[in-house]
């Protein structure tokens, strides 16, 4: 009987460990499988960006072309009418410019602001669009791959739809951070008679506000 137990055992003993190889086995097959599976993936999902950006490309040289042919056939037209000189108010856009948006208007329109997946691409352009600015302005503290940027700095820079309200920004945040605001009292406000109407309509609606003193 004792031999028989022992046995017996011993026997479910192997069986355990069979079982047990056979899990393992069966698990790193799995992974493997997994891993193979994503590895596609990645692969067909690189395949289909990088036809995406050949296509974007391809509708970029279109546009240009298109849009220089325009501007040649316009232009001689205006050559012999005026000359434009209203830069100030609107440009045409530079070919770059336009180049590097492309994607953006037609193939990863999502907002940036947006949590799914539609948002993540133009929200990484958008922080990408802040290191570059940060570059320019700081280039021996800033790296544009991100090791040494900050975030409070990135935040900093603020895209605005217009000049209008970069200006509307500008004054607001002037008028709000000087010591006088802070400690309840108005502040002063030094204009001239040749401010654009963006400057002078905003501080005309903020001096009614009671907001601050012009001078």
Do not use: W
Request: glycine share 6%; with cysteine; aromatic share 6%.
């Amino acid at each position: 009987m004792t031999l028989l137990a022992l046995s017996t055992n011993a026997q479910n003993g192997t069986t355990r460990i069979t079982n047990t190889i056979t899990i393992a086995a069966t698990t790193i097959s799995s992974i493997i499988i997994i891993h193979s599976i994503a590895q596609k993936i990645r692969d067909k999902r690189s395949q289909k960006l990088k036809h995406t950006l050949e296509n974007d490309e391809t509708k970029y040289n279109d546009l240009l072309l298109a849009v220089q042919d325009d501007d040649e056939d316009v232009n001689s037209k205006r050559e012999s009418k005026c000359i434009y000189l209203d830069y100030n108010g609107t440009t045409p856009i530079y070919p770059p410019v336009f180049k590097s948006m492309i994607p953006y208007l037609s193939q990863h329109f999502g907002n940036p602001s947006s949590g799914h997946a539609y948002g993540t691409i133009p929200r990484m352009a958008v922080q990408s669009a802040r290191r570059s600015i940060l570059k320019l302005l700081f280039p021996d503290s800033v790296d544009l791959n991100g090791c040494k940027s900050d975030a409070n700095a990135e935040a900093s820079i603020v895209f605005t739809g217009c000049g209008s309200e970069a200006d509307n920004l500008a004054i607001h945040l002037a008028i709000h951070s000087t010591n006088e605001m802070r400690q309840g009292k108005k502040g002063h406000v030094v204009t001239s008679n040749v401010e654009h109407p963006a400057i002078s309509e905003c501080l005309k609606a903020l001096e009614a506000r009671g907001e601050y003193q012009r001078i």
